[in-house]
């Protein structure tokens, strides 16, 4: 049985000291910073919890490299690997 609790973590506040404190100014910077800061936090409650983190990249990407290193590119299991983007789409509606 799984246990499907989702627990919202609010770090905006967190996230925008740290903008400021590193004196971020370009928006892409500032993007490739918040899925690193994402990808961490995601990773210690992982560690935690003694779970594996799952990605969500699809073919498409997986296939381009599209991906922050070190960000939304870091997981353990990457279960639509091989599914076309347009498939996520079909699958989703």
Do not use: H, W
């Not at 919202?8 to 404190?21: A, C, G, P, R």
């Not at 003694?50 to 590119?73: A, S």
């Amino acid at each position: 049985q799984l246990d499907n609790r989702i627990q919202i973590i609010d770090l905006t506040n967190e996230f925008e000291l740290l903008k400021t404190k590193l004196k971020l100014q370009e928006k892409v910077t500032i993007a490739i910073l918040k899925s690193r800061f994402i990808m961490a936090t995601l990773y210690s409650q992982s560690q935690e919890n003694k779970t594996l983190v799952l990605g969500t990249d699809n073919y498409d990407d997986y296939y381009l490299g599209y991906f922050t290193k070190y960000g939304d590119g870091g997981c353990d299991l990457l279960p639509f690997a091989n599914i076309k983007k347009s498939d996520v789409y079909i699958l989703a509606n």
